[in-house]
């Protein structure tokens, strides 16, 4: 595929791959970045979530995955809808991160996804303390079907990161 990027023996369907881990997000496609104030003290827990799919499964997301956790290579199937209606869209990890004060991830689209970019999942702890997920992407649409809604895509995208966030705050309030 003319443009894409080659990540270990798969091919991404873009080629800024890991473009989301320092946020300098590449020109073309649209741009996402979508913080979400967690509990204090939730750092731990929030990073743990992220990291195993937790979030994603409280976010609604069925979760197909390779392993247990988010590490470069693991491979996924992001499930939205409900029974035969369901989508499913092929991702791969393509950078983690597991440090003191940040942990997270991104995973980036795989042939057969209706999307063509990457998506970042990212807690973070300030030094005063503040905890935070943010999520951050840059996308377009992969084919003539996601290219009909247009513009409800970027709304939808925008929709979809602030229920990550809000089931994210859920989880780290038990």
Not at 49 to 69: E, K, N, P
Not at 150 to 171: D, E, K, S, T
Request: proline share 9%; glycine share 10%.
């Amino acid at each position: 595929m003319a443009g894409a990027g080659r990540y270990r023996d798969r091919m991404l369907t873009y080629a800024e791959v890991g473009a989301t881990r320092d946020g300098s997000l590449p020109p073309g496609y649209a741009h996402l970045r979508v913080p979400t104030r967690l509990p204090e003290g939730s750092f731990a827990a929030a990073a743990e979530a992220v990291l195993t799919w937790r979030m994603h499964r409280a976010a609604g997301v069925a979760i197909r995955a390779s392993a247990d956790r988010a590490a470069p290579g693991v491979t996924l199937h992001c499930g939205l809808g409900v029974g035969p209606a369901k989508l499913w869209a092929p991702c791969e990890v393509v950078w983690a991160v597991s440090e003191a004060d940040r942990a997270g991830f991104a995973y980036g689209t795989l042939p057969g996804h209706p999307e063509c970019g990457e998506e970042a999942f990212l807690v973070t702890r300030e030094p005063d303390g503040t905890v935070r997920l943010t999520v951050t992407a840059f996308s377009r649409p992969a084919s003539w079907l996601t290219r009909i809604p247009g513009p409800l895509i970027p709304p939808l995208q925008r929709l979809y990161a602030r229920n990550c966030g809000w089931a994210l705050r859920r989880v780290c309030r038990r």
